[in-house]
């Protein structure tokens, strides 16, 4: 019998397990040093890759940094957003150009961010300063970094946006948090040389895992959600 096939003896249970996961997902911007056993991590990512994938292609790979590795990528990393070092992802992750609703979605949500991290409108280097927290993973103690293959198609990202949904969920199971990282993309030569990548590879994003650290004041931040209404058509008849 397969676990899928298994009796369910608690079924309001097992809802309420799966729902608690997914409301209480959030992107946590500050952790606690706390080590996390590599057993796991990988427990998590080996759940994760029940993910879907087209043609069951999986084309996720995962890079976890643990202690000095991860140091050494914190410290490249951030010493390059501190020279002002310029930006080169790969791919547009966000629009080239913003408009509504985005906008004011993108712009409540960073208010949000700088003001409870104590940053004023205006203070650019607050806001640099804040940025580059990014670059040390918010002081998670494990870090993982995404890559695809170039040529793999549209198809395949979707897929891959799946997986990452599922370490996320996984990761609440175990009492952790999680935070997704597109920054972690914007430095692909630095990753891609300390981590070993081949170029026909391309560095996708990066996430980092651990306890919340309760203590943040930006792990307080409340992000919105649109009401079903808004994003959501019945077609009945």
Request: charged share 25%; aromatic share 8%.
């Amino acid at each position: 019998m397969s676990e899928r096939d298994a009796p369910v003896l608690d079924a309001e249970a097992v809802r309420a397990a799966v729902e608690w996961a997914i409301r209480t997902r959030r992107s946590v911007r500050g952790f606690r040093p706390t080590p996390i056993p590599r057993e796991t991590v990988e427990r998590i990512l080996t759940l994760a890759s029940r993910a879907p994938s087209g043609s069951n292609m999986q084309p996720w790979k995962v890079h976890v940094l643990l202690g000095p590795a991860l140091e050494r990528l914190r410290a490249e990393l951030l010493a390059l957003h501190e020279a002002g070092a310029p930006e080169a992802r790969e791919y547009d992750y966000y629009p080239r150009e913003w408009r509504q609703p985005y906008l004011d979605r993108r712009r409540r949500l960073g208010w949000g961010l700088y003001a409870l991290a104590g940053v004023e409108k205006g203070d650019r280097v607050g806001a640099a300063r804040q940025r580059g927290r990014n670059y040390v993973l918010f002081g998670a103690p494990v870090g993982m970094i995404f890559t695809i293959d170039r040529d793999l198609g549209r198809g395949s990202w979707l897929d891959f946006g799946m997986f990452l949904q599922n370490i996320m969920i996984a990761a609440r199971g175990h009492g952790l948090d999680t935070c997704p990282q597109a920054a972690l993309a914007n430095y692909p030569d630095v990753v891609r040389r300390q981590l070993g990548i081949p170029e026909d590879e391309l560095v996708l994003c990066g996430m980092a895992l651990g306890f919340e650290d309760s203590g943040e004041p930006v792990n307080r931040l409340a992000v919105e959600r649109e009401p079903l209404g808004a994003f959501t058509i019945f077609h009945e008849t």
